[in-house]
């Protein structure tokens, strides 16, 4: 696994790319959960949420 991405001549973390795809995926998400109207079954959607990309941020985190 990379440490450091080099995009551009910035080098970036690769922690910082894999919280950039969990917010990604987590907007995807979100917007599924409204569209199909699922935040009526959890008892508090932004905890939900925060725990939905903390799930996303480790399983990118141990994929990438």
Do not use: H, K
């Amino acid at each position: 696994m990379r440490q450091v991405v080099d995009l551009e001549g910035v080098l970036v973390s690769a922690f910082v790319i894999n919280l950039f795809l969990a917010l990604v995926t987590l907007a995807a998400l979100r917007w599924v959960f409204s569209w199909l109207n699922l935040w009526r079954f959890v008892w508090d959607p932004p905890l939900a949420q925060f725990g939905l990309l903390i799930c996303l941020l480790g399983l990118y985190t141990l994929i990438l």
